[in-house]
């Protein structure tokens, strides 16, 4: 049996070495795992699970510093949330009153952003498909920006703009071709991915942007993935843009504002955090002599650690021919999609110090949803967990509650705001019949049997 305090290059992080990365997380002997300064249990005793946690004191940490990174750099960079990371209207207020914009993909976040107080004048639409109704609606509204990542797009967003007599001001989102060395399923500035304007169409179309009516061609585009944790690929995304930038200005247009992107990585189980710092050298660096607006668009960074999502053990299912156990949690893929679509591994903490130290066994961790895909941790050594013991899967504020569902007829789960030592419901726990209320059986259905 694998020992739960050592490390072992490539094995999983123990629940020690998680804590030590975590500020945010202690353990303590009476009142378990500690999240700010709340006991989890209480949170767990008063809702139930499974119950997602957001921290404001940690959100609030973690866009300090990445500000002040951009600052210390010498730069001036307008950061704007990637709304889609993380929509919940309390988690925007905070990131807003820290001085945040937003990036949007989708006229529901533009709604959700405006409506956490974000004006639309800093807030960023970007995405491959805006429809007509969406566009009408952020030129309405006297949107900051629309990332355009289309030719096709780009007629469609001048007629737009022409029909309700506004401008558009637009950056175009170029695909640099670059690998950022990240997950299959959420690169996006590789040539064959959906994303973006072609690099060397960029120039052409940046001129026929800055002639069409409705339009007016104020900078580019960049977001080459997500959860990048080396500079490198940032740097020659960069780098294309500035050739890019200078190719543009050499045909007598202007650039006025780039659009960095965000992308950068957190660490999950063993991977560097990208550093806020690096981050800043590389826009410095490659872009920082343009003399453009500078803005970036994070997620993932701000919010992932800021989130946990606790859950109880249902049962124990004996594995068999000395196969490990599976540990059924009572939280599924419907709440938590991450792991079943990107195979993406999440810490998991007792919030009880004794399970804590409780000796180690391999297990697999899954939920009980009808899908094998339904699994958080294959081969996990965890401390042995029992029926009924709570557990936080860490890391979850991004990509977390925004991907559930409710597969299986399992309602969405409740969520609470962590406050340093206070904490509040953000959001009830959806009540079961909400979930066929927009049902409608067909008349035929109802009628008597027989009845014409
Ligand atoms: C998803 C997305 C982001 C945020 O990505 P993170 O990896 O969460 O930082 C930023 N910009 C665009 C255009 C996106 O689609």
Redesign the pocket.
């Known amino acids: 049996m694998a020992d739960t305090f050592s490390t072992h290059p490539g094995q999983d992080p123990t629940v020690q070495d998680l804590l030590a990365a975590r500020p945010a997380l202690s353990m303590h002997a009476i009142d378990g795992l500690v999240f700010e300064d709340v006991p989890l249990n209480a949170i767990a005793d008063a809702l139930g699970t499974p119950t997602w946690v957001m921290g404001a004191r940690t959100l609030r940490t973690r866009y300090h510093r990445l500000d002040r990174a951009m600052r210390d750099a010498g730069l001036d960079v307008d950061i704007h949330f990637?709304v889609?990371?993380n929509d919940h209207l309390a988690v925007l207020k905070i990131l807003r009153a820290q001085g945040a914009g937003a990036?949007v993909?989708s006229g529901g976040e533009l709604r959700r952003a405006m409506a956490a107080g974000i004006p639309a004048n800093e807030i960023v639409f970007?995405g491959v498909g805006k429809t007509r109704a969406e566009m009408e609606l952020a030129l309405h509204h006297g949107i900051a920006r629309i990332?355009v990542e289309s030719a096709e797009e780009l007629e469609l967003l001048s007629a737009a703009a022409v029909a309700c007599g506004r401008t558009a001001p637009v950056a175009l989102r170029i695909n640099p071709d670059v690998d950022a060395g990240t997950h299959a399923k959420i690169t996006?500035g590789l040539a064959g991915n959906k994303f973006g304007i072609p690099y060397d169409r960029a120039v052409d179309l940046y001129a026929r942007a800055a002639s069409l009516p409705g339009i007016h061609a104020a900078g580019i585009a960049v977001?080459i993935g997500?959860?990048i944790e080396r500079m490198q690929p940032y740097r020659a995304a960069y780098a294309r843009v500035a050739e890019l930038v200078r190719a543009i200005r050499a045909r007598g247009l202007g650039v006025e504002v780039i659009d960095c992107?965000?992308?950068?990585g957190i660490s999950y189980r063993h991977e560097t955090e990208g550093a806020p710092e690096a981050l800043a050298h590389a826009i410095r660096t490659e872009l920082g002599d343009l003399g453009t607006r500078l803005e970036i668009?994070?997620?993932?960074?701000l919010a992932g650690p800021a989130g946990l999502l606790l859950s109880t053990v249902v049962l124990r299912k004996r594995g068999y021919d000395g196969m490990p156990p599976f540990i059924v949690l009572d939280a599924a893929m419907n709440d938590l999609a991450r792991p079943s679509l990107y195979d993406a591994w999440h810490g998991i903490i007792p919030l009880s110090a004794r399970d804590a130290v409780a000796p180690a066994e391999q297990v697999h961790v899954v939920g009980p949803v009808c899908e094998s895909g339904d699994t958080f941790g294959h081969d996990r050594t965890l401390p042995r967990l029992h029926d009924g013991a709570r557990v936080a899967l860490l890391d979850t504020g991004?990509y977390g509650m925004v991907m559930s569902s409710t597969y299986n007829a399992r309602a969405m789960a409740a969520q609470v705001l962590v406050d340093g030592a206070r904490w509040d419901v953000i959001r009830a726990r959806q009540k079961i019949e909400t979930l066929w209320e927009c049902d409608i059986i067909p008349e035929t259905l109802t009628r008597p049997a027989g009845a014409e």
């Open positions: 990637a889609k990371a990036d993909v970007s990332n996006t977001h997500s959860q992107g965000g992308g950068l668009e994070p997620g993932r960074w991004a």
